[in-house]
């Protein structure tokens, strides 16, 4: 049996055989609303198990037969809500997958030297959720080796706006450097930057150059670049 399959059996199982109130966003997600749903239901059911046959003489019959409506009511309630949100859980999950199986291609053509098919998959992985900062930086490599600088550095700064990029300060102060690097090495062999086109007279020196910052632009995303995997 595939993991896939498994997930998918113990998703189901989460999702119709957990019949108490609160339990899933409880033990899946550590979700504080869980725990009240299932805190307040247990309170309801020992209440009414104690006034129904036990403290019999506490309440009058009417009110202990309203009682059990309305904890029949209140768990009724619970496991839509439970199931409501598992499903929620399950479409993030699958969102997740596809944004996971689509950065791998975009990556893929990137190794790949596919310039054109990995900024597509990188700008549907940023329409699908901007503060994509993978996609982003991904983004920005790929564009630089198009020869796209200012796009590239333009997708540099949006990226150090996005809340939680500090942690990639570093592949994005390399990133930065290669930029610097790939517009001085144009600047030296006479391409125009503002079309990214090389002159027929570009030297091999100056070829040698970039070819060399385009190595070097690997390493930044290289094979230790985060896949991301789904939480």
């Known amino acids: 049996m595939s993991g896939s399959d498994r997930s998918g059996r113990a998703s189901s199982r989460l999702t119709y055989g957990w019949a108490w109130p609160g339990v899933p ?36 019959t009417p009110l202990v037969a309203f009682g059990w409506v309305a904890l029949l009511g209140f768990w009724i309630g619970g496991l839509i809500f439970n199931r409501r949100w ?10 997740r997958k596809l944004e996971e199986t689509l950065y791998e291609e975009a990556f893929h053509d990137y190794l790949q030297r596919n310039w054109i098919a990995a900024e597509t998959k990188c700008r549907e992985l940023i329409r699908r959720r901007r503060g994509d900062v ?29 809340e939680g990029s500090e942690k990639w300060a ?35 020196s100056g070829h040698s150059a970039r070819q060399a910052s385009s ?14 995997k789904a939480a």
């Open 25 to 60: 966003q409880l033990w899946r997600g550590g979700e504080w609303q869980g725990f009240a749903w299932a805190a307040v239901f247990a309170l309801l059911l020992n209440l009414q198990l104690l006034t129904a046959f036990i403290y019999t003489e506490l309440l009058p």
């Open 86 to 95: 598992s499903r929620r859980q399950l479409r993030t999950a699958d969102a």
């Open 134 to 162: 993978d996609a982003r930086l991904l983004l920005a490599t790929v564009l630089r080796h198009a020869d796209r600088w200012e796009e590239s550095a333009r997708e540099l700064d949006a990226l150090a706006k996005i």
């Open 170 to 204: 570093l592949e994005m102060a390399l990133e930065r450097r290669s930029l610097d690097e790939a517009r001085q090495n144009a600047n030296n062999s006479g391409i125009d930057e503002a079309s990214g086109d090389e002159p027929g007279t570009l030297s091999m």
């Open 215 to 228: 190595d070097d632009a690997d390493a930044t995303v290289g094979a230790d670049r985060v896949i991301r």
